[in-house]
Each structure stands twice: as C-alpha cells, then as structure tokens.
C-alpha cells in the first residue's frame, strides 16, 4: 500500500521527545505543536481543525501544526482528517495501527513535532479552544507549562453530574495521598488540555499508564514555572466519550508508577539484591553437589558417616567459592588478583562456613528446644537465616569491597 505523503508515520521506540534540531531552525521547524488525539472523533474532527486553524492562523501564522494522531478509528476519523490536509496546510495527520492509548498517543504526536512548545487538546470540544489564547500567552511570559484548569476561577465543568464530579475530586484527593509532589502541584491534574516548553521534558524516558498524560509530564519533566488558566469544560455535542471504569485504575496504577520511581532501582542496590540472589543460587548448587559427594563417598568408597560428611561438606564449600569468587563476587575478586588474594579469601570463605555450621545448630536446637517447634521445621528457618548470615559476612571479610585496590 502506498503511504499518502500527507499521513505522519507514527514514531516507534523509547517514548522520548527529542531536543530541537540546535538553535538553527529548519524550514519545518515552528513556533508551536498542538496534539489533537482522536479515537471516533469522525463528527467532530472537521469542525475542531476549523476552529482551531482559524485561532492558530490569526495569533501564528505559518508558525504552528496541528497534528491528530487517530488509533486507526473504526468510523475513520484518521481518513476523514486526512482529506482535510488539502485544506489546511499546517494540518499533520498520523494514523496508529501498532499502538493504542491516550497518553502514548500525545507522546508519539510530540514526538512527529517540530514546535518549540508542545500543546494537547481534546478533539471534542469539550475544550473551548479559544484558551488555547491565553494559555500560549502565559507561555510566553515565561511559563514551562500553561494548564487549563476547571478548578480555578473562572473554570467549571458544566454540568456534569454529582457521581462524576464526586469521581474526578475523589480521584484528585487519593493523587494527593500518593503522590502530593506531583499532584498538589496545580488544582487540576486531571486536565487534558495544557501546553509544555519541549526543552523542560526533551530526553525525559516517559512511561505513562492510561489517560493522564499531564501526571507523567509533571512527574517526570523539569517544571520550574506552573501557570493555571481556567475554563469551562463544554459538554460533548457529538460521539462519546472513551472513560470507563478502567481508566479509573490504569490512573491508580500511574500514581504508583511513579510513585515508585527510581525507589525499586536504590533497594536492590542497597540491599545489593542481584547479588544476594546469586549466593542463594550457589548455595543451592552446593547442597546438590554435597548430597551427591555423600553419596558417592558412602557407596563407592565406602567411608564412614562422620567422615562422609565432612568430606561432602568441603566439596560443597570448595565449589560454593568458585561460583562465588567467579560470579557472585566476581567484580570484587576481580579487583584483588593474584593467587595469593584468592587463597586467603578461600580460607576466610571456609571459615565463615564454619561459623554458618555452627550457628545453624544453635539455632535448630534453640528452636526446637525452647519453642518446641519439629526439627524438620527449625532446620530450613535456621538454613535461610544462616545464608543471610553468610551473605553478609562474606561480603564484609571474604570479598571486602575495601580491600579492592584502585591503581
Ligand atoms: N488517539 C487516541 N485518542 C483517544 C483515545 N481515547 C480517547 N481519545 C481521545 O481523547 C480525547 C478525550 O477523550 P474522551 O473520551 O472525550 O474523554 P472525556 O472527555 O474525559 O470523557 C478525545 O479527543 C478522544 O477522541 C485513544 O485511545 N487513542
Ligand atoms: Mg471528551
């Protein structure tokens, strides 16, 4: 099939919105991007390009794009916006077959985008679009992002009904809960029609869940100066409108998202999770390697079970240290060579097997001693408090991060 030129293909990868082509500007290049996202907007699409070329030719003229990215709409929204190009030349139309969802839509469409500032309204008209005025206007005073907003003076939400407008600041009180850094930073972090500086989220790795694209923008962005504009959020003259009930969790899901962000990343270095993984791992290859080593000593070579033991026991241990001084420690081990280093870390190792021994017989007998508890229960509790122990001990003596001598 061939791509009519004037169909935008919709940008793959990493949701990241590049920096501007430096300084010089490219004959593409304009003032300003809006992002129009569609799904089944074929009633409205004509009447919202009108409208908004009108505004944007009389304030910038020549000096912005329109760009509606539509998911592939059954009723063809995308085909309807696309015969429109012929008449509104700053009219860009991508057409997503791959990727579904609000957010990841704004995203791609800023991504096509050669604007200075990056705008988002809904192709619905629910939001009055001449805003778009005042919200550019406080951009150019300095704002990195212009929000319109319905909690501020002169903003409203017609009339909605008492369910959902209870939903919306319900779901705005829990935001303040999760995430008051982000949420309490404008009355409505709801709002889906708000302009960004391009330079204040360029190179940001966006990752958003659902519908609320200015969550993550604030969330993830560098925004320094916030300006508010109010409106009046119009009812929807023609198609419906998307929101379900699972829009209510994908936004729940975002807070925690980025919520979470970059806590996972310093737990598992902290507690050096990766690593303990490995020991445990190890450590399991050692149990098979000493039932194995028992149980070849006492069939083959017919050695006593004292002695057995013991033998298997060291077998366990030797091969625990290769794995643990090649894999689990290897970045330390690496940074103390010689043979000599490696000996004495293997006698440490030993030792503190040793210990490990004798602690998981304290504490098996503790167990079950004083709580009574069965033997075939105290002993596996004792196993993972000792490999902690191990753990531990050997990252401090064995495989002491100090002792790594930097030339
Ligand atoms: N590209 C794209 N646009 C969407 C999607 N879901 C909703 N939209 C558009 O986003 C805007 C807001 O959606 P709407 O359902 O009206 O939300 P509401 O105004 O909060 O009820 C409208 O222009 C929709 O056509 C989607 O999955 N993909
Ligand atoms: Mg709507």
């Not at 059954?74 to 009219?91: F, G, K, V």
Request: aromatic residues 10%; contains cysteine; positive net charge.
């Amino acid at each position: 099939m061939i791509v009519p030129p004037s169909l935008l293909p919709p940008p793959s990868g990493e949701l990241k919105i590049p920096h501007a082509s430096e300084s010089v500007r490219t004959p593409k290049s304009v003032y300003f991007s809006l992002v129009v996202p569609t799904y089944n907007e074929g009633q409205n699409v004509e009447q919202v390009v009108r409208i908004l070329s009108g505004l944007l030719d009389h304030t910038l003229p020549n000096d912005y794009e329109l760009i509606i990215v539509d998911d592939d709409s059954p009723d063809r929204t995308w085909e309807i916006a696309q015969h429109l190009t012929a008449d509104y030349p700053n009219l860009r139309v991508m057409r997503r077959q791959e990727e579904r969802g609000l957010s990841t839509a704004v995203i791609r469409g800023w991504q096509a985008a050669h604007g200075e500032v990056l705008g988002v309204i809904d192709g619905d008209l629910q939001h009055p679009p001449e805003v778009l005025l005042k919200l550019l206007q406080a951009v150019k005073n300095g704002a990195d992002l212009a929000v319109a907003s319905r909690h501020i003076e002169g903003g409203g939400t017609s009339d909605w009904g008492f369910i959902r407008r209870i939903l919306s600041r319900g779901a705005q009180l829990i935001g303040l809960v999760i995430l008051p850094s982000v949420v309490g930073r404008v009355s409505d972090p709801m709002s889906g029609y708000f302009m960004v500086r391009r330079s204040a989220i360029a190179d940001c790795l966006l990752s958003p869940v659902g519908y609320k694209i200015l969550l993550e923008v604030l969330g993830r962005g560098q925004i320094d100066r916030v300006t508010e504009v109010g409106y009046v959020f119009q009812e929807r003259q023609e198609g419906e409108s998307k929101v379900t009930w699972r829009q209510y969790i994908e936004y729940l899901m975002h807070l925690g998202k980025l919520r979470s962000r970059g806590r996972i990343t310093r737990l598992r270095e902290k507690f050096q999770l990766g690593r303990f993984l490995r020991f445990g791992l190890v450590g399991f290859s050692g149990f098979c390697v000493d039932m194995v080593a028992f149980y070849l000593l006492r069939s083959q070579f017919d050695l006593g079970i004292a002695r057995s033991t013991m033998l298997s026991a060291e077998v366990a241990v030797i091969n625990n240290f290769l794995w643990n001084d090649l894999w689990t420690f290897g970045d330390i081990s690496r940074g103390q060579p010689g043979k000599r280093q490696r000996f004495k870390r293997f006698l440490k190792f030993n030792l503190i097997c040793l210990m490990g021994i004798i602690l998981q017989a304290l504490i098996v007998s503790l167990l079950h001693d004083a709580f009574n508890l069965s033997e075939f229960i105290a002993k596996p509790i004792a196993i993972v408090i000792v490999t902690f122990w191990n753990f531990w001990i050997n990252l401090k003596l064995s495989w002491r991060v100090t002792d790594v001598r930097r030339k």
